[in-house]
């Protein structure tokens, strides 16, 4: 389940980015002037972990005690956010290993201040119970496959060890606000930067080089625009869709088992499989049946894009654009970020990743 907005913590620029809730205010504001309309400043740090062992002494007497999961040999802490007003408690937010190092709001806004001097901020919030942090950055206008676009740099930390700080582009679709999530990776408009030691000094330096994705913005907005110049055909369609949502695996058990028949095990035997395994095919058989009612959702949506918009018809454009549509807006969009980063957001990227590759 995609996590939703923290408490309050949302603040919007005129318009939000890829949501319609929270307070949308009028102003320019740098990431520091953002973060003073958004509770976000709270910190996190690392703490050791403990275990409660109980011992028996001569006497019978049962004693415990705690101790430490590092004098056990266990390289691991725990992420603890401090108390907010609406959660007014130290949480663990994860246990990762011992070189998991974390960084502030509050330094990240100071490192991210002379560039949201050029590219306000558009968008700023916290999710779950603060394990990650969003923030994106106007970074002006253009035009893709003879549309109108708003592009925005989007700034994320994952602070419970599941991912990285990252810097990355995402254009937005102005005539339906679809958030173009690409595949980033092959675009080189977007960087990593891992929690180890060097986090501080690695996000101030890359910070002070932003000028080189501007450089590259223009690389990913021209491969947008190929995607309009090539026909589909039928194969290219399954291609792309079995990219984008291929079939859940199948459980273990149920693998274990499928080469099993009544006359390779007693009756017993045979009736324990059939009643430990009917579970999991009724679940397996759900999850193949969403994935097959989502995947026809983004092929009606296709066509209807080849209705509305003729010029882009059956380009492997159109077909990113239903998928796109279909995750943003499908149901449970609403209060979540799993458009930006998440699966939802995985699932654009591998559609944009395989429509590009049609476009040779």
Known sequence: MAASIFGERFFGRRQPAWHRIGTVMDDDMTVSQAMKHVDVGFEIYTTPTYIYIEEQLQTGVSVGRYVSTESLGSDHNAIVREPTTDDPQHRVLSVVGGQWTPIQTRDLAGYLDPISEKFPVETMGALGHGEKIFITLDAGESAIAGEHHKLYYLVTDHRDGTGALTIAFTPVRVVCQNTLTTGLNSA??????????????????????????????????????RLSHYTLEPKDIDTVMNTAYP???????????????????????????????????????????????????????????????????????ALWQAVVETEDYRKGWQNTASALFGERANIKARAFKSALSLCK
């Open 247 to 317: 079939q859940p695996s199948r459980p273990r058990r149920l693998n274990l088992a499928k080469d099993i028949s009544q006359d390779d095990v007693g009756k017993e035997t045979w009736l324990t499989i059939i009643n430990d395994t009917k579970h999991l095919q009724d679940e397996y058989e759900k999850r193949v049946e969403a994935k097959n009612r989502i995947r026809n959702a983004a092929l009606e949506r296709f066509h209807v894009f080849n209705d509305e918009f003729p010029d882009n018809a059956n380009t492997p454009w």
């Open 188 to 225: 080189k408009v977007s960087v990593a930067l891992k929690h180890n030691k060097m986090i501080q000094a690695d996000t101030e330096w890359y910070t002070r080089l932003f000028s080189r994705m501007l450089t590259s913005q223009d690389q990913v907005i021209a491969q947008m625009d």
